[in-house]
């Protein structure tokens, strides 16, 4: 079992769909990231949750909404997304300690089509 | 402004070779994190080796070492005796602002993507 696990690792959504990225880390972690990749690009941070709470909105637009229930799980709900969208969503996980910076620890993502 | 700068979008050795990934970053703080993650083709990204701003000496894990220029704010990769299985694109990543909590936010490069042939 990995560390961190994404599913689904593929997914085709419509414009007027409604869809959930599921991520979860076994790895006892208090922090959990959402990242984008898209092509060409640095990965950008969309969200960052510590101990559950959200610490970070990285001015990401209000049709990605995210959601910590527990520490070990993070979910991105999708709607209305547009095709400039489409790219590969990391979640990642840490332990957050203010005496230095800890390493993430990445799942393999999931690969989103909005077409 | 930009924070990691790669320069190299694509580079090639031969195995068994040593090359150098390149990145330089800006930051106007003393303590800060330095790191290169490795990202085959099945997507996951993988650690590889950090670098603190206060370390005095440079990092190594394995066949990875870190070549930090501090005054020239650059932290270059080195991968040593180059496999097949090195090929991926890396990634080099700062976190700054340490003293404050709220996640390790990283920020990273644009990645350069290493072809190791035979």
């Known amino acids: 079992e990995t560390g961190v696990t994404q599913t689904p690792r593929h997914l085709v959504m419509g414009m007027t769909n409604k869809k959930s990225l599921k991520c979860e880390q076994h790895l006892g972690h208090n922090a959990m990231y959402w990242y984008k990749q898209s092509a060409k690009k640095p990965l950008e941070l969309m969200f960052v949750?510590?101990?559950?709470?959200?610490?970070e909105n990285n001015s990401v637009p209000s049709r990605f909404s995210p959601e910590c229930p527990n520490s070990s799980h993070l979910f991105l709900h999708l709607h209305t997304l547009q095709p400039e969208d489409s790219a590969l969503y990391l979640c990642?996980?840490?332990?957050?300690?203010?005496?230095?910076?800890?390493?993430?620890?990445f799942g393999s993502g999931t690969q989103l089509s909005v077409l | 402004a930009q924070k990691i700068t790669q320069t190299q979008p694509g580079m090639f050795v031969q195995e068994k070779e040593a090359v150098t990934l390149d990145c330089t970053y800006d930051t106007s703080d003393q303590s800060y994190g330095l790191f290169w993650y490795k990202q085959p083709s099945s997507g996951e990204m993988i650690f590889l080796i950090y670098q603190g701003s206060y370390d005095e000496q440079n990092a190594t894990e394995g066949r990875y070492s870190l070549n930090f220029q501090k005054a020239r704010k650059s932290a270059n990769l080195v991968i040593s005796a180059s496999q097949l299985g090195d090929s991926a694109m890396y990634f080099c990543?700062?976190?700054?602002?340490?003293?404050?909590?709220?996640?390790?936010?990283?920020?990273f490069g644009t990645g350069t993507q290493l072809k190791v042939e035979l």
């Open positions: 990642a996980s840490s332990q957050d300690d203010t005496a230095g910076p800890e390493k993430l620890f």
């Open positions: 949750y510590s101990l559950e709470e959200r610490v």
């Open positions: 990543a700062m976190r700054d602002d340490i003293l404050t909590g709220g996640g390790n936010k990283l920020t």
